[in-house]
């Protein structure tokens, strides 16, 4: 079932992008949407599937970066319905299908976890949830940085051309900001209520990044609604928040399950 669902998705997700390629100066339409709905779709089966194990969850590094993969294009593929966010999706999908190989590709170093509480489970998807928000935000970023240096360069043609204006994007990315705020939040309250010894070696890095990153976010909405901090500073305060969640993130992960494992 993961290998065909997995299979079904990398074609569906290429497939996509392919598709929004060609509409890149349109709206959204059912054309591009349908083989990317059906994609997120196989994805979340072949995700789940690879995470929900006879012995439990195994929560690895490519199998929790194939659900963070999943939920990044499943949001913003909802959001573009509101939000001009479609063309993200152009770059979003073929990174989902990358995660969905390497599942495939690359031998699992089983981390299981089972027998946990409502509250940790809680913790855990709260904790995805916030880190999907924030990469999303990081990406509009980005873009917002880009399509910023290249309007004052006066480079009218290419990416301007098919972006909507700054200070729509602005707007776009502080609701970002404000989604995985909250998230990251409730995960961080979760973890310090159900979560036993939260500070134990094993979680002290990621819980010190998750609090910095916490922290700048906030600073970073204080300032946008007390100082109306906008532009570069916006972004570089976004950037900056999010390289501390994936410092406290992934990077506690991977030395957890390649190097000290």
């Not at 509101?82 to 495939?104: D, G």
């Not at 979680?203 to 609090?211: A, C, M, P």
């Amino acid at each position: 079932m993961n290998l065909y669902s997995s299979i079904a998705a990398i074609t569906l997700y290429l497939v996509a992008a392919g598709i929004q390629y060609r509409l890149i100066n349109s709206p959204i339409s059912y054309r591009s949407l349908a083989p990317g709905l059906l994609a997120t779709l196989c994805h979340a089966l072949a995700a789940f599937t690879a995470i929900s194990t006879p012995a439990g969850m195994d929560l690895g590094v490519i199998q929790v970066l194939s659900l963070i993969t999943w939920l990044i294009c499943l949001i913003t593929l909802s959001a573009s319905l509101r939000r001009p966010l479609h063309n993200l999706l152009i770059a979003l999908y073929p990174l989902a299908a990358i995660s969905l190989i390497a599942e495939l590709l690359i031998p699992s170093k089983q981390q299981l976890l089972d027998h946990q509480t409502l509250g940790v489970l809680s913790h855990i998807l709260l904790s995805i949830l916030a880190y999907s928000m924030l990469t999303i935000a990081a990406v509009q970023a980005i873009v917002l940085a880009l399509q910023n240096r290249m309007l004052r360069d006066h480079r009218l043609k290419g990416l301007p051309s098919i972006l909507p204006p700054l200070q729509t994007m602005e707007a776009m990315l502080f609701e970002l900001i404000w989604a995985g705020f909250v998230l990251l939040s409730l995960a961080i309250t979760t973890g310090t209520v159900y979560v036993d010894d939260i500070l134990a070696q094993h979680l002290l890095h990621k819980t010190v990044f998750s609090v910095l990153s916490w922290v700048l976010l906030a600073i970073l909405l204080w300032g946008r609604a007390a100082l109306g901090w906008r532009g570069n500073i916006a972004i570089r305060w976004t950037l900056w928040a999010f390289a501390c969640l994936l410092l406290g993130y992934l990077g506690t992960k991977i030395a957890l399950s390649l190097i000290i494992h």
